[in-house]
């Protein structure tokens, strides 16, 4: 009779050594933490539309007002020369655009050189042949819950006729992005600065995602 009691309580107290052990070790897996640190520094936006030009220079080590120039030189300046505005009247006025595209096209005047350009942002329409490559937001958050070796990533938020470029300056996921611990960390421009959001808050905010070269998870 002792002898089953005792193999009963060996067994009771094994089957709770197994059942703790276990409730450990699925406790360690929801701590493991994957933390990646992106290709981006942290610059201001010298004017009020040229967050997408800011974001260049964080991870190119550029200059805001050279990628101005490109972007001109390569999305404006047809435009210009068939007569066309491809900025909303809202936003730029006809003779604004064509009174300072005529010092870029035949004065080299240039946004390193003159201040007619600080409202020659980049499109939106524009941006993933501007920049490189289109993300899209699966592919991002693969991208997450690996280590990787830092790529550059740029997001896009956009309401209605405005947007704005924000780069990714790191990422904490906690196993999965689905994880409300899970964070991201944004270089924001407008603000010289980062900020701290979940996934749920960065989702939310951000509908767009380039980098200049392709990203591999």
Known sequence: MKARTYQFMMTALLFLFAMETYGQSDEDKEEE??????HAGIVKQETDCWCVYACLQSIKSSSQCSECEKYIQDFLLDD????????????MSDENFRAAMYLFDSCQVTP?????????????????????????YTDLC?????????????AVSIEEEHAHCVAIYSSKVYDSVNNEKSTV???????????????KEFADTYKEFYSPTPIYY
């Open 142 to 154: 693969n991208l997450f819950q690996v280590n990787n070796h830092g790529p550059s990533l740029l």
């Open 185 to 199: 960390t944004i270089m924001d421009p407008s603000m010289n600065g980062t900020k701290d959001l979940t996934f």
């Open 33 to 38: 933490i994957i933390e990646n640190t992106y």
């Open 112 to 136: 390193c050189n003159g201040r007619e350009f600080a409202g020659f942002g980049a499109k939106v329409s524009d941006l993933e042949a501007f920049i490189g490559f289109k993300i899209n």
């Open 80 to 91: 210009y020369r068939n007569g066309n505005n491809p900025y909303p009247e809202s936003f």
